[in-house]
């Protein structure tokens, strides 16, 4: 078994368990572990990059940042996505914001980058499938989210804007992240999209 085997086999293994966790109520207080799960994810992910240099460096960076960062405008404000707020399932906060937010924006980014990487597409159009892509993951995000205290919606309903301007920031990112990464030769990021899209479907 080489080390992407590996690697889709861990992520299997943990993702199972954590639906069996939480569906079934089967491991006390499994939800506590979602940012870990989140960092380990991101290890697994970014152990098999196999090109690292400084303009994967710059993109991964800027992606964690930008994506903490307009979660706080989002929260502080309520002019991007609507007026909401984290619970307490997500870990450690910073302006309001869970710190494993950076990581879940990188997670979708580079997982959308990935599944597009090797089309000979225009980047436009790979930033634009992505984007549809990362939109399609928070549909099915929100409702568990919301069930387990992730982040909550003024007055219990998801706001459209919610949606538009999910898919504009991820457009814009996935532009950045392609022209900084044109290429990226990692199955695992596909196994681990989806995995998420079958945990998120499940529960």
């Given at each position: 078994?080489n080390?992407?085997?590996?690697s889709?086999a861990?992520l299997?293994?943990?993702?199972?368990v954590?639906?069996?966790?939480?569906?079934f109520?089967v491991?006390?207080?499994?939800l506590s572990l979602?940012?870990l799960?989140?960092?380990?994810?991101?290890?697994v992910?970014?152990w098999n990059?196999?090109d690292?240099n400084g303009?994967?460096v710059?993109?991964?960076?800027?992606v964690a940042?930008?994506?903490?960062?307009?979660e706080?405008a989002?929260?502080?404000t309520?002019?991007?996505f609507g007026?909401?707020?984290?619970?307490s399932t997500l870990?450690?906060k910073?302006?309001d914001v869970?710190?494993?937010m950076?990581?879940?924006?990188?997670?979708?980014?580079?997982c959308?980058?990935?599944a597009v990487s090797r089309q000979?597409?225009h980047?436009?159009?790979?930033?634009?499938?992505?984007?549809v892509?990362?939109v399609?993951?928070?549909f099915l995000?929100e409702p568990v989210?919301?069930?387990y205290?992730?982040?909550?919606?003024?007055g219990g309903?998801?706001?459209i804007?919610n949606y538009?301007?999910?898919?504009?920031?991820?457009?814009?990112?996935?532009?950045l992240?392609?022209?900084l990464v044109?290429?990226?030769?990692?199955?695992?990021?596909?196994?681990?999209?989806?995995?998420?899209i079958v945990f998120f479907?499940?529960?």
């Amino acid at each position: 078994m080489n080390k992407k085997e590996l690697s889709i086999a861990i992520l299997a293994i943990v993702y199972s368990v954590g639906i069996i966790g939480i569906k079934f109520n089967v491991f006390r207080d499994i939800l506590s572990l979602t940012p870990l799960n989140l960092l380990f994810s991101l290890a697994v992910l970014l152990w098999n990059h196999e090109d690292w240099n400084g303009r994967f460096v710059v993109a991964i960076t800027v992606v964690a940042l930008a994506g903490f960062f307009v979660e706080v405008a989002g929260v502080q404000t309520g002019a991007i996505f609507g007026t909401y707020a984290y619970g307490s399932t997500l870990g450690w906060k910073w302006l309001d914001v869970p710190l494993a937010m950076a990581v879940n924006w990188l997670i979708l980014v580079y997982c959308a980058a990935a599944a597009v990487s090797r089309q000979t597409w225009h980047i436009a159009i790979k930033a634009l499938i992505g984007a549809v892509l990362m939109v399609s993951m928070d549909f099915l995000i929100e409702p568990v989210a919301i069930q387990y205290d992730f982040w909550h919606w003024a007055g219990g309903e998801i706001p459209i804007q919610n949606y538009m301007a999910w898919g504009i920031i991820s457009f814009v990112l996935l532009m950045l992240f392609h022209r900084l990464v044109p290429l990226i030769h990692n199955t695992v990021a596909i196994a681990l999209l989806i995995f998420q899209i079958v945990f998120f479907i499940i529960l």
